[in-house]
Structure formats: C-alpha cells, structure tokens
C-alpha cells in the first residue's frame, strides 16, 4: 500500500478487517416492539409525512456531540435551520458507555435528558442492539453504506471514521512527536493526555489500542497498550486531565491524541493563535468507526429518524468530510463526483494513511474489555 489514495482506502475498507458477518451482535433484549423487526430502507415519498412528524415532535436530544467534533456544530445548526427543530444538547463531552448509560437511566423520561441518538465507537453498537437499547431504522441511502458497516437489520450503522493523531501547541512542545515511543522522552515530562477517560470513552480507548500497536502488540492484543501508558505515566510524562481545545491552547495538555478530525479542525479554528501541529504517527495507525442508533426509548422518534435521513444525505456527509472526518458514503460520493474540489483539497496527504489498521468488531470488543478493565490496575491514574 505505498501510494494509496484516501478513495482507495475507503474502498480497502472491507479488506481491512472490519468485517460485520464475523461479530454478528446477540439478539437485542426485551425492549419497545420498534426494535424487534428488521427495518425497510425509507422511501423516498415518505418523506414529507417523516418532516411533518418530525416537526409536530419539534425536539430532538443529542448526547455527546461537541460542536469541534466531527464539524458537528455546523451540523446541528443547519439541521435547526433546515427544519425548525430545537435540538437539547446532553452533556457534548461524554464518551459512548455514557451515551448507553443515559438511555438505560432515563428509559421512562421523555424530558430532555433521555436522548434520542447516540454517535458511539464501532464496538458499542452492538452492544447497545444486544441490550435493547437502540430501534432499527434503514435511511433512504441505506444501500449506499459498505454493508460491512453496519447492522443488517439496521439497528446501528457507522457514519464516519478516522485515524488517531498527536496533536500538540507548538509554542510549548518544543521537540515534534513522530511517533509513540518519542512520548515517554524526558522532553514530554508533564505534557501527554488523552482526549477522555480510557475506563470509558472510545476516543480513549482506541488510543491505548493504538499505542499498544506501536509497542509490540496487535489486534489481537491491547495489552501492551495499558504497559505503554503505564511507563508514561512512571515517567511523569501522562497528564491524568481530559484534553479539549482549551486546554490544549493553555498549555495544559500540550500534546494530545485524538481523532484527525477532532485535530485538524481545531488546528484551523486557533488560526495560529497557539499554532497547532498535527502528527499522523510513523506506526501503530489506528482508524476507529463510529456509528449511529436512534433510542429504543426516544421521547421523538421522527425527529430522531429525520436527523438520521439529514446526516446520511450528501449534505449531511459533506458536512462531516468538511470537519475532516471520513463520512461512511464517501465512496458513493466519490463515484457520483460530488464532493467540492476545494473540500477535497483541504483533506491531509493520503501517503499518512497508507500503514492505517482497521481491526474487526470482535477485536475491538474484546480490546475494549482488556482496556477498560485493565486502566485502573495497570496504570491507575484516573482521568477527568
């Protein structure tokens, strides 16, 4: 893979291990009857009746959707403004188990605590359809998501990916990180964090994967990951606070490792003020998948389905592609020349993401398990 362009890595995708008959979910748990039955793909000539319900519901919850994330801020402003919702706004910071622990606590709530839709890691989907908690539901472009990602039965159904980055503040980090190893030099004493806490949210969690990766592990084995940060944090070098753009732009947490969406993006909106750098890392490449459900309890279901048929239409996926994240119908866009030249032009080199590693959803369910309930006594900082 020396050359390979980002639409050729897309299209590797189904070659690359993220394989959907090989982790077929459990059946879902005792839920409401709409989670019980395969969904059908939504026709085109349902829609108006759709908005209409939607708009008669006039809410939606979202839970842990930041606005740098994944240009989400753009997203949710122009779906308020395309059909006049209110979007209640859950607690943007939490990461995914926090997403399926708040439909679980607030299955009789139809307030503005009991979310509607969940963004959450490629391992958490399944789990979230095993537990019954989340409804099936087929957009009308349904046949145009890779099929290995996403739940037959339309339960939960991935919308964009990445690869994990350092990002750093230059006027603080005065030696760049080409790759894992170079973290636990003395230089990085009191500056490495994580973009969340690794007992519970995926960004985290696939950053120890990573790490683990680059320090002799493999997709079969995290556990060097928990060793690597261990050392780091023996080192004095990990910094135990969540890392965001404040913090990063404060010099708290001076080098970070998140998504390249989540980096590049904030890299733009500092504009130089601190200047950003962003370092795809020589090894240890890792691409996560999030996917997306819609509540098995959702106090608005059109609404909820509405949102769903917004983000995985081209302008939804061209949102998403312009906060650099990789929209899950990217090759379907590619193929019908859709996508802006100069959006297409602002993506990174894709030479930095020809040694990107894209484990199975097994893999991923188990590494998540090692992870989280190895953080605590292998490396035992807590992060907040």
Not at 50 to 61: D, P, W
Not at 80 to 101: Q, V
């Amino acid at each position: 893979m020396k050359s390979i362009s980002r639409r050729t890595l897309l299209r590797a995708l189904p070659l690359a291990g993220v394989a959907l008959a090989a982790c077929a979910a459990p059946p879902p748990a005792a839920a409401p009857a709409a989670t019980t039955a395969p969904a059908a793909a939504a026709p085109a000539g349902n829609m108006d009746a759709l908005i209409a319900a939607a708009k008669a519901e006039g809410e939606l919850n979202t839970i842990a959707l930041p606005h740098d994330w994944a240009n989400y801020g753009e997203v949710i402003e122009t779906f308020k403004a395309k059909y006049g919702i209110k979007i209640n706004e859950i607690n943007p910071d939490a990461g995914s188990a926090d997403e399926l622990e708040a439909i679980k606590a607030n299955k009789d709530n139809k307030g503005p605590q009991a979310p509607d839709v969940i963004d959450v890691g490629f391992a958490f989907g399944p789990q979230a359809k095993a537990d019954g908690l989340i409804q099936a539901y087929k957009v009308s472009t349904w046949d145009t998501i890779p099929d290995n990602l996403k739940d037959a039965e339309g339960f939960w159904y991935g919308d964009y990916y990445g690869v994990l980055t350092f990002e750093y503040n230059k006027s603080v980090v005065t030696s760049e990180p080409k790759d894992w190893a170079d973290l636990l030099k003395p230089e990085f004493k009191g500056q490495v964090a994580l973009a969340g806490d690794p007992r519970v949210s995926s960004q985290a969690i696939n950053a120890v994967y990573a790490a683990g990766l680059a320090s002799g592990g493999s997709v079969d084995d995290a556990a060097p990951g928990l060793e690597f940060f261990k050392k780091l944090n023996e080192a004095g070098n990990f910094v135990p606070v969540i890392a965001k753009p404040a913090t990063i732009a404060k010099g708290e947490t001076p080098v970070s490792i998140r998504w390249d969406y989540n980096a590049l993006a904030n890299r733009d909106a500092t504009a130089g003020n601190p200047e950003i750098g962003v370092v795809v890392p020589a090894s240890g490449v890792l691409a996560g998948v999030y996917v997306q459900g819609i509540s098995a309890y959702a106090p608005h279901p059109n609404a909820a389905k509405l949102w769903m048929e917004f983000l995985y239409s081209d302008e939804g996926q061209l949102l998403w592609l312009k906060g650099y994240a990789h929209p899950i119908r990217y090759n379907d866009l590619v193929k019908r020349d859709v996508i802006p030249a100069d959006l297409a032009a602002k993506l990174p080199p894709a030479d930095s993401y020809a040694k990107a590693v894209f484990p199975t959803l097994d893999q991923l369910t188990a590494s998540k398990k090692v992870i989280t309930e190895g953080w605590d006594k292998t490396v035992g900082a807590n992060v907040q």
